[in-house]
Structure formats: C-alpha cells, structure tokens
C-alpha cells in the first residue's frame, strides 16, 4: 500500500507557473504508475496528466504545451509543473498511484489517491 501527500498547491495569478508535489510512501514507488487529476467547484474530477514507471508521459488536450508531469525515484515523487495559468485551471489537484506497468488516464485505473492540494489563478 502507498500513501500520497500533495502539497505546493496556491493562488497565482493568470500567465503564471506554479509545481504541485506529490510525495508516496513505501520502497516501491518506482513500480508504480502516476497520474494528476483535478476537480473544479461544481465539476467531475477530471484528468490531468500521467506518467508511467519507465518515463513516458501523456497529458489531456487542454494542459498539453502548458503542464509537464515528471517524477523523481530516488525521492518517491511526482511532480507536475504548470505554465502560462489560466482561471479555468482553478480546482483541487490530486495525484493518484497504481503499481502496474503502463500509462494510465481513468480515475478507476488507479488504485490509491492523496488528499489534494488547491490552486486557484486569479484573473
């Protein structure tokens, strides 16, 4: 079992950067395959971006050439940078974890979630 603490989460204004961090418990966290999702207020949750164990990244249309996912082994986190902010990137960030090998876009895929972190860009 892992667990999974977002933090880096805040206010910023729109044309902005801002990273989320996303820290996993456990010795085995190389074997697991990461996503970001996030829920704006009054949304379903919604997918962000993923990486799998061996690097690969995929991103949903509407982050793509802003966000980049990446993940550091050595220190057991995921991390997600996000550019050039708009308002409607608003809503909670989560990260989600599931030990098998692939990428993987569908909240069901993932087996273990954190608490989420907010970030809101002011316009």
């Known amino acids: 079992q892992v667990q999974l603490v977002e933090s880096g989460g805040g206010l910023v204004q729109t044309g902005g950067s801002l990273s989320v961090s996303c820290a996993a418990s456990g010795r085995t966290f190389s074997s697991y395959a990461m996503g970001w999702f996030r829920q704006a207020p009054g949304k379903e949750r919604e997918f962000v971006a993923a990486i799998s164990n061996g690097f690969s990244t995929y991103y949903a249309d509407s982050v793509k050439g802003r966000f980049a996912i990446s993940r550091d082994n050595a220190k057991n986190t995921v991390y997600l940078r996000m550019n050039n902010l708009k308002p409607e990137d608003t809503a909670v960030y989560y990260c989600?974890?599931?030990?098998?090998?692939?990428?993987?876009?569908?909240?069901?895929?993932?087996?273990?979630w954190g608490q989420g972190t907010q970030v809101t860009v002011s316009s």
């Open positions: 989600a974890a599931v030990r098998r090998v692939g990428i993987f876009r569908r909240e069901g895929e993932y087996d273990y």
